[in-house]
């Protein structure tokens, strides 16, 4: 069993749906995080949480809005997206927020296509 | 502000051979972490090596070595005796900043294709 597992591995939507993307961790860390990754850019980082408290936001759109209720699990709750949005979705975690010596640890991502 | 660049949108190597990816970083941080990982076409990034900033030596696991030249700024990535499965996007990555949260900043990435 992979350490962060996220669900569905893919997702096909229209406009006006709502959906939500799920990220579950299993190592015991206390901060997770959402990434974007979309062709030909790099991963920017969406969301951080640590501690089921959200403590960075990085200027991401009101039609993305992430719920964590407890350091296991962490949701990102989607409606009324744009065609830009689709993408790859990657949850991470790591064992905290200190520490520029740890790695983050990746799910397999949920690949996301808006129609 | 933290940046990572790679350079080589895409590397062609034979199987068996060893192979470099390059990494270059710019960041005011005294103390960062730089770590590479892979992504295989299933979409998962895997951890593959961590360099420490302090760290005297340069970081191996396995088949991968980090190759650190702190003067320079930068964080090659080795993988000798190169296997097809090695065939996946590679993106260099960095953690800085004393405070608060901190942030794992990527590069655009390397497509390593190993051919037989």
């Known amino acids: 069993e992979t350490g962060v597992t996220q669900t569905p591995r893919h997702l096909v939507m229209g406009m006006t749906n709502k959906k939500s993307l799920k990220c579950e961790q299993h190592?015991?860390?206390?901060?997770m995080y959402w990434y974007k990754q979309s062709a030909k850019k790099p991963l920017e980082l969406m969301f951080v949480?640590?501690?089921?408290?959200?403590?960075e936001n990085n200027s991401v759109p009101s039609r993305f809005s992430p719920e964590c209720p407890n350091s296991s699990h962490l949701f990102l709750h989607l409606h009324t997206l744009q065609p830009e949005d689709s993408a790859l979705y990657l949850c991470?975690?790591?064992?905290?927020?200190?520490?520029?010596?740890?790695?983050?640890?990746f799910g397999d991502g949920t690949r996301l296509s808006i129609l | 502000a933290q940046k990572i660049t790679q350079t080589q949108p895409g590397m062609f190597v034979q199987e068996k051979e060893a192979v470099t990816l390059d990494c270059t970083y710019d960041?005011?941080?005294?103390?960062?972490?730089l770590f590479w990982y892979k992504q295989p076409s299933s979409g998962e990034m895997i951890f593959l090596i961590y360099?420490?900033?302090?760290?005297?030596q340069n970081a191996t696991e396995g088949r991968y070595s980090l190759n650190f030249q702190k003067a320079r700024k930068s964080a090659n990535l080795v993988i000798s005796a190169s296997q097809l499965g090695d065939s996946a996007m590679y993106f260099c990555?960095?953690?800085?900043?004393?405070?608060?949260?901190?942030?794992?900043?990527f590069g655009q990435g390397t497509r390593l294709t190993i051919n037989p």
């Open positions: 991470a975690s790591s064992p905290d927020l200190g520490g520029e010596h740890q790695p983050q640890h």
């Open positions: 190592l015991g860390h206390n901060a």
């Open positions: 949480y640590s501690l089921e408290e959200r403590v």
């Open positions: 960041t005011s941080d005294p103390s960062y972490g």
């Open positions: 360099q420490g900033s302090y760290d005297q």
């Open positions: 990555a960095m953690r800085a900043g004393i405070q608060g949260a901190q942030k794992l900043v």
